[in-house]
């Protein structure tokens, strides 16, 4: 879609993410390294939430970062940068979920190292879901029950989530990533804040441990 001059330089002087992409556009390789280092770990984290292990999620950040590279001069400031990216990363997760669908070499297990093993993200899950713990947890027992707890949102509820909660998204921006109007995306959180608190509630409230959705 073609943007007028006002709307690309507005995009231009709000995101200083934009002005970096820019100057890659004009072959800058420091500004794309900085990108790189700005983005990386972030873009780990999401892809290894959607494709569930960790190896598969370095390889298809490899492969986001060379589309945006290879896209430079294409490139027009038509959202926020980290939105423009993380649409990519979206495309780009889904394609790799087909892929091992069809293999049938899907395996969400074994995340027993990696992001979703960070403070970070288990505090993430316990803000979605607007419950916070009535005991004391130790940081194992906060992983395993987050993990079960994520894994009971669907892959669009996860990703909704994580854009939200870690990206600090606005609905606007998530639904030009997942291609769903502000409402949708709305509505979208609310059933994954659901979900979060009937998993997380009985365990944070009397150590009762859900069943995992995980075969």
């Not at 794309?32 to 569930?52: I, K, N, P, S």
């Not at 990206?167 to 804040?193: C, F, H, N, T, W």
């Not at 608190?197 to 009397?206: C, G």
Request: net charge neutral; glycine share 4%; aromatic share 6%.
């Amino acid at each position: 879609m073609a943007l007028g001059e006002s709307s690309a330089q507005a995009y231009d002087l709000r995101d200083p993410d934009v002005r970096l992409m820019l100057q890659v556009r004009d072959d800058d390789a420091a500004a794309f390294e900085e990108l790189v280092l700005r983005y990386q770990a972030r873009l780990l984290t999401v892809l290894e939430h959607l494709c569930g292990r960790r190896d598969l999620a370095e390889d298809l950040a490899q492969d986001v970062f060379l589309r945006v590279y290879r896209s430079r001069k294409r490139y027009q400031p038509g959202a926020k940068f980290s939105t423009w990216l993380f649409t990519i990363a979206n495309n780009v997760a889904s394609n790799a979920r087909r892929s091992m669908s069809r293999r049938r070499e899907v395996n969400v297990e074994g995340r027993e190292s990696g992001p979703m093993g960070a403070n970070p993200l288990d505090q993430m899950a316990l803000a979605a879901s607007g419950l916070m713990p009535t005991r004391q947890l130790d940081k194992s027992e906060m992983r395993d029950i987050v993990n079960v707890a994520v894994s009971a949102l669907s892959e669009r509820q996860r990703l909704a989530v994580l854009l939200s909660k870690f990206e600090d998204m606005s609905y606007a921006d998530i639904g030009e990533v997942m291609e769903l109007s502000p409402q949708a995306v709305k509505s979208l959180l609310s059933r994954a804040r659901a979900a979060l608190r009937e998993v997380l509630t009985p365990y944070l409230e009397t150590g009762e441990r859900p069943a995992s959705n995980t075969p």
